[in-house]
């Protein structure tokens, strides 16, 4: 498929919204709102992605609900077939609704929340240990901070200076059952990261380019471990699922995917 | 135990750059050398035993083998599904070592005895478990598991002077090694409690002319499933000998594989049946006060013979 810097994230929408739409299955919501930092990361961050190359910089989707983003990607990047993406959420499929290493192109399996930062801070150790530059960038969300071994990784990587790793936390506000300012309010955020020694930066989640140049300024050869606060949407782009918690997990019907579809024009640049 | 298990891990770091030792605060008087030896390859993790497992799956992923330290307990339930959808599911070399098997951690209480790590660590497919009965079994079994491609979990005592009779440090993943002959009734056994039993085995032998079969099952994952059968099939009796509930540990295996196989071999299973009720003390006193004991093992032996009709 090959889109434009410029097309990729509308690429990786209109997909979500066909294979949810094809699949009828739900996290809808949760993949729109991490559909720019999956962009950001696979069209413009990565620097090696051959999945059989070991000094490729690492991913960890940490909040793996949101993995069709992550197959999305990895379709446009041409590590995941069409027809393959087509079997998303089948019988047998490799593409399930969380991520399995099995599927080429997926570092670490997740699923199970707060597990995915401590696989990061180990991979990011190794290169430091095998004297490799590779990154690794662990997408987290901000209710997936509630998990209490986040804060173990967190206080690990801050201690070990580990800067080759970025966390970008998906800051969409809203978790399975119910906004997080009222299920547990993880505010201020910042100064969380911050008191556990990482060096902290507040993004728009849907400004690439701005993310971009975030990243290009971040020290990954010394210093504290990065992360980047980047407030989302839920369901960005589609007015009937923006910041409304059951689409967390419903499907939608034709006329609503019709909607979408048209909706999220108005994102392309 | 544990002093040679690390003693050993010196080795093979020494010749082998992969080898990365994590531990979870614990191992003082015990870890030094590794520390002062391979500083760059040595991490306190802190308190924090899932992150260790975590943090060694993103290890192992890059091609170290990461040796993961801490007591039994804290190893393997704390960070149990961390160890499940990461070294189990990734199919990566990451090892974990819980030291105390059993009541090894005598007057610390019930929160640090080992007694349910075999039980749920076997649910894990591809995960190996290897708990050795002395130290001498401890150093042939880190010399042949230490770079295997699946996970390994070592189940460790303390002991480092004694050794079992018979069994001169034989080990293999897959099989268990045969200590003791005899035609009156098999025991099977694993980890420290092994020392107990062989002391039993020889009482019974003396004092009763009772001739035990004593079997020591080190590999408890790959069970040593054809060398259970052949023993099995020999023996109208068998006694399990564990420090482990009695649920899920080498007991279970043993009863499986008499199920698996239609086998008619009459099965008692010693092991741990109740709950501390809040008492602790020595290690040899929880043996005694759970029926582990040499006498507990003779008495045991004498019931099942009884009922039996031997």
């Known amino acids: ?269 | 135990m544990r002093g040679t298990f690390i003693k050993t891990l010196c080795e093979l770091a020494e010749r082998d750059k992969r080898v990365v030792l994590l531990t979870g605060d614990l191992g003082f008087t015990v870890l030094e050398q590794f520390r002062d030896r391979f500083p760059t390859r040595f991490y306190n993790v802190g308190v924090a035993e899932q992150n260790m497992v975590g943090l060694a799956t993103g290890l192992a992923e890059a091609g170290l083998i990461p040796f993961c330290y801490s007591i039994g307990t804290f190893a393997s339930l704390r960070p149990f599904e961390f160890i499940r959808n990461g070294p189990v599911l990734h199919h990566l070399p990451v090892r974990i070592v819980g030291l105390g098997a059993g009541f090894e951690y005598g007057t610390a209480g019930i929160t640090h005895y080992s007694l349910e790590d075999i039980g749920v660590l076997r649910t894990q497919p591809g995960l190996d478990i290897v708990a050795p009965a002395d130290f001498e079994q401890t150093r042939s079994a880190l010399l042949q598991t230490w770079d295997v491609a699946a996970p390994v979990y070592y189940r460790l005592g303390k002991d480092d002077r004694s050794t079992m009779p018979g069994l001169e440090g034989r080990f293999a993943l897959g099989q268990a090694q045969t200590v003791r002959e005899g035609d009156d009734l098999l025991i099977l056994t694993c980890g420290p409690i092994s020392l107990e039993v062989a002391r039993a085995a020889a009482e019974l032998a003396e004092r009763e002319r009772v001739e035990s079969k004593v079997v020591v099952v080190a590999s408890i994952s790959p069970a040593p499933e054809q060398d259970l059968v052949d023993a099995l099939q020999r023996h109208r009796l068998a006694l399990t000998v564990e420090t482990h509930n009695v649920n899920g540990g080498l007991g279970s295996l043993v009863a499986e594989t008499i199920a698996d196989h239609g086998l008619a071999t009459k099965l008692v299973r010693l092991a741990v049946r109740e709950g501390t009720g809040g008492r602790s003390g020595s290690a040899a006193h929880m043996y005694a006060r759970h029926g582990l004991d040499r006498a507990g093992i003779v008495s045991a032996v004498q019931r099942l013979l009884a009922a039996a009709g031997s």
């Open chain 1, 1 to 269: 498929m090959n889109p434009s810097h410029a097309d990729y994230a509308h690429s990786v929408r209109t997909l979500i919204l066909q294979q949810s739409r094809r699949a009828y299955v739900g996290h809808i919501g949760s993949a729109m709102a991490i559909a720019d930092i999956v962009s950001l990361l696979y069209d413009r961050v990565l620097k090696a992605q051959d999945p059989d190359d070991p000094d490729r910089d690492r991913v960890v989707l940490s909040k793996g609900h949101a993995a069709l983003a992550l197959y999305c990607a990895l379709h446009l990047n041409g590590y995941i077939t069409a027809s393959d993406l087509d079997t998303y959420c089948g019988d047998d499929s490799l593409l399930g609704v969380h991520p399995e290493p099995e599927l080429k192109g997926v570092d670490f399996a997740t699923g199970s929340l707060g597990q995915g930062l401590s696989v990061g801070a180990g991979a990011a150790l190794a290169a430091r240990i095998q004297g490799s530059k590779r990154r690794v960038f662990v997408v987290n969300s901000d209710a997936e901070c509630n998990e209490g071994s986040i804060w173990e990784a967190v206080m690990f990587a801050g201690h070990h200076k580990l800067s080759n790793l970025v966390s970008i936390v998906d800051m969409n506000a809203q978790q399975a059952f119910g906004y997080t300012r009222d299920v547990i309010d993880m505010e201020p955020m910042a100064e969380k990261w911050r008191a556990f020694g990482w060096d902290v930066h507040e993004v728009d989640g849907h400004d690439v380019d701005a993310m971009e140049q975030s990243v290009k300024g971040l020290n990954f050869k010394s210093g504290p471990p990065h992360v980047m606060l980047a407030r989302t949407t839920f369901g960005r782009g589609v007015s009937y699922m923006e910041s409304e918690i059951k689409w967390h997990y419903l499907p939608i019907d034709e006329e609503l995917y019709r909607q979408a579809l048209q909706e999220i024009e108005v994102l392309r640049r």
